[in-house]
């Protein structure tokens, strides 16, 4: 099957989403597919394995401006998108879900076209005021009923997809772990601290910082063996408020590597209701399962709930702080040991990817090619 893997990204800071993407074209070539990369950016940096489209080169990401240019670059490189993807005749084209621009319709119409849903349908954040969330959600609707069908990342965003495209065919398939690293047990001495990790982006409430900082906190001089390091956001975004949290900003790959290594537990999403989000697939969650990282969180996740190597606690204000005893626990139980690989080989990219396939393959069948 010939597969245009369209999308929009940052491909210098969004490095999870990157990574996800090459994944899963890895693997789909691997069974035979042949899949082109068609990607609109926010800047002009090139990339071998990428057919890059961009007009306007986009510094920063936040704020009404960035926003707006990025917006308007869409719109200006449609022309050559179009070409580029009517010159490349796929079979199907598979979709990063996004907003609508000028020009989408053309590229997508009379295509085979699955798009990958990542948020539950209708859902508006709290940190967005209404306009901007009608806005988003006005323009996130006309993406999707260009659809032929969907592939959702977990079960509650294919539910909430349902209710308003009940003849669209949708399967769930959630975020694959792109490869499991060596698991190694950490060694520990009695006198030794437990690394607590957490790895997140800037400007996103809905990670649940402030709430690790204030059991950090609590944590300080009644377990004064715990330590916490917090990479991403930078300290001039967040305020540690104990002596035992750390701060190391943005990363590369090679010393993230080393931090995931040296960790005892991880700390995934801890305010996912900020966004009305009861159930994920996060990339987070499965780059510590990558290591075999032991993580607690506060929302539901779709395929690492399941292990007990993984603690679920309340979707609720203040989690962390309201179980702490059971935290703790957890913290101390599980530190210096890894997820069972067994385990983990069933959320690998490697048969989701398989799953992927047979569902590109039914709706060819089911629309024509």
């Known amino acids: ?21 090459f994944s899963q074209v890895e693997n789909l070539r691997r069974l035979g597919c042949e899949v082109e990369i068609f990607c609109i950016t926010p800047s002009k940096e090139s990339d071998d394995n990428v057919k890059v489209f961009n007009s306007i080169n986009i510094s920063g990401e936040f704020g009404i401006t960035s926003q707006l240019f990025r917006y308007l670059n869409r719109i200006l490189v449609v022309k050559k998108l179009r070409k580029a993807l009517s010159d490349y005749s796929p079979e199907l084209i598979y979709m990063r879900e996004g907003v609508y621009y000028p020009g989408l319709n053309s590229i997508l119409d009379k295509k085979n076209v699955v798009i990958e849903v990542n948020h539950v349908y209708g859902n508006i954040e709290k940190s967005k005021s209404k306009l901007l969330a009608f806005g ?3 323009l996130r609707k006309k993406t999707l009923e260009n659809a032929s069908a969907f592939i959702a990342i977990s079960n509650e965003v294919s539910t909430s997809l349902g209710k308003v495209f009940p003849s669209k065919p949708t399967i769930v398939i959630s975020n694959g772990i792109a490869k499991i690293n060596k698991l190694t047990k950490l060694t520990k001495l009695s006198n030794n601290k437990i690394n607590i990790l957490m790895v997140g982006s800037p400007n996103q409430p809905w990670q649940g910082y402030d709430q690790l900082l204030n059991f950090a906190e609590e944590l300080e001089f009644s377990h004064p063996k715990i330590h916490f390091t917090i990479i991403g956001p930078s300290s001039s975004e967040l305020v540690a408020k104990s002596q035992n949290v750390r701060f190391c900003g943005y990363l590369d790959e090679k010393d993230l590597t080393e931090h995931f290594i040296s960790a005892d537990i991880a700390i995934g999403t801890l305010a996912a209701y900020r966004k009305n989000i009861n159930e994920v697939s996060s990339l987070k969650h499965r780059a510590y399962g990558s290591y075999g990282i032991p993580f607690i969180t506060s929302v539901y996740d779709t395929d690492f709930s399941k292990l007990e190597e993984v603690l679920t606690i309340p979707n609720i204000d203040n989690s962390i702080i309201i179980n702490k005893n059971i935290v703790i626990d957890f913290i101390i139980s599980m530190a210096g040991k890894r997820i069972d690989r067994k385990s983990l080989e069933g959320i690998t990219e490697n048969n989701k990817s398989i799953s992927r396939l047979s569902f590109f393959n039914s709706i060819v069948d089911r629309v024509g090619s």
């Open 1 to 21: 099957m010939k597969v245009a893997y369209l999308l929009e990204l940052d491909l210098v800071n969004h490095l999870g989403v990157k990574k996800k993407v």
């Open 136 to 138: 988003f959600h006005f």
